[in-house]
């Protein structure tokens, strides 16, 4: 199969806008940085505590806001107890405050010193636009997987943090180890969904193993295994709606990935990178990721590589349809299925529902619902709860569109799977289903549409 041609990269990244001016130092003594208890408050990234400091010494709540890009509310929200836990928000706090961001380890620090267990990519400018902000990062990822200098701080081990200890030397063993810890989160987060902020400082936390000391063909194997953990961390993140913390982790899984010399991995986080993109609305976007993806995994001779060439495809004709193009999404789906080579039997549902999904948008009902259906079958077995919901929303929203008697129990069903997920990814599924069932005439969908609007807006 051909994959595509690497010299449209820059066709496709050609419209990535430039980073503007940086702001500046904002009118605070920089000498309060470094103060113990300041220092110390950083480091936990209390930023309550830190705006208590900087009411202390006589900077108001709106001069806070104004210097942050916060709203006055936010601020005191913050003041009350509220967390801040987003890496681009704490930057952002950082670069307003004029507080250096290795001091909140969210970043490298002078002559790229490590300075905490955040590794994180800058973004461009505050006051760009959303698809300034999509295109910068389609740019990112392009220039972590062919190589250029974007994250070339990135592969610069960490040195050792206090707590556990290190191992004096990594073996193949220990990487072993990691990746058999991915597959136990990962397992978690597809029975429960979510599961964003334990992945999230486990991705964080592991980079901390570039510092130990091993053979090439070890150090080569644990950034392959470091960029799949952080793959899965991005994935987490976009199932609970952590855009920004997705992207960071998307970018340099990509930049690990290349650097050990794996462009199936890198060509993997490029892929779902996509899925988020055109999952927000963003088709033509994704489309650009989704070619990404096939020109690295043109590199590969890994055997799982025509399974995501489907999965590529595939996503291309979901991004097709919902940019009007038939022709082409028809296309693609069909050379999608040609090259489909599961590596297990439960694999097949998920392309099964996104097979759906085109169909549903391709107005080929009858199709969609077979499909769906299959889908439901083969997630219905495997424990995997968080993406057995998603075929079976869709199933039950065929349904009902449809007027079949069925489609009550399929929503009743649906809604129950999904209400005691962590999956906000999935209870938003749910809306459509609510709007099918509002636009049936009786109570009973009348009650089944309220259950599912309920439910959508709940956090389990």
């Not at 987060?189 to 510092?211: F, H, K, P, T």
């Not at 906000?424 to 749910?430: F, Q």
Request: proline share 6%; net charge negative.
């Amino acid at each position: 199969m051909s994959y595509g041609h690497a010299d449209k990269l820059a066709a496709i990244v050609a419209s990535t806008p430039a980073a503007g001016s940086e702001k500046s130092v904002p009118p605070i003594d920089p000498a309060l940085c470094q103060r113990d208890d300041v220092r110390e408050v950083l480091a936990e990234r209390d930023i309550g505590a830190l705006y208590r400091v900087l009411k202390d010494e006589g900077i108001t709540q709106r001069t806070i806001a104004e210097l942050t890009g916060q709203s006055q509310s936010e601020v005191s929200e913050i003041l009350k107890g509220r967390r801040v836990r987003d890496v681009t928000v704490l930057e952002r706090i950082a670069e307003g405050l004029g507080i250096p961001r290795e001091l909140m380890g969210i970043s490298y620090g002078k002559d790229g010193a490590y300075g905490g267990d955040e590794v994180t990519v800058t973004g461009p400018p505050e006051g760009v636009t959303d698809e300034m902000l999509r295109r910068h990062f389609i740019a990112g990822l392009a220039s972590a997987a062919f190589g250029r200098p974007l994250l070339a701080g990135l592969l610069d081990p960490p040195p050792p943090s206090g707590g556990i200890p290190l191992p004096s030397r990594l073996s193949l063993g220990e990487v072993a180890d990691l990746r058999a810890g991915t597959e136990q989160l990962r397992s978690l987060a597809r029975r429960y969904g979510g599961q964003a902020d334990i992945v999230d400082a486990v991705a964080n936390r592991s980079m901390r193993l570039l510092s130990v000391p091993a053979d090439d063909a070890v150090k080569r194997s644990l950034r392959s295994a470091l960029s799949e953990r952080r793959e899965f961390a991005a994935w987490c993140c976009f199932d609970e709606r952590a855009y920004e913390v997705a992207r960071t982790h998307f970018t340099d899984a990509v930049g690990l990935a290349r650097s050990a010399n794996d462009p199936y991995r890198a060509a993997y986080a490029v892929y779902h990178a996509g899925c988020m993109t055109e999952e927000r609305g963003h088709p033509n976007d994704a489309l650009k990721l989704f070619q990404l993806g096939l020109f690295k995994l043109s590199e590969s001779h890994d055997p799982r590589a025509p399974a995501l060439a489907a999965w590529l495809q595939v996503d291309a004709a979901s991004a097709y349809a919902h940019l009007g193009f038939p022709d082409r999404a028809r296309s693609e789906l069909a050379a999608a299925w040609d090259v489909w080579q599961p590596p297990h039997e439960n694999d097949r549902g998920g392309l099964e529902w996104v097979t759906a999904l085109v169909e549903r948008d391709l107005g080929r009902l009858d199709v969609a619902e077979r499909f769906a259906a299959s889908s439901v079958r083969h997630w219905s077995s495997n424990g995997n709860r968080r993406d057995a919901a998603l075929p079976a929303i869709t199933l039950a929203e065929l349904h009902v569109m449809a007027g079949e008697p069925r489609g009550l129990t399929m929503a009743r069903t649906a809604i129950g799977i999904v209400a005691p997920l962590h999956s906000v990814r999935a209870r938003e599924r749910l809306v459509p289903l609510a709007e099918a069932l509002e636009a049936r005439p009786s109570s009973d969908h009348r009650e089944l549409a309220r259950m599912a609007r309920q439910v959508a807006a709940a956090r389990a």
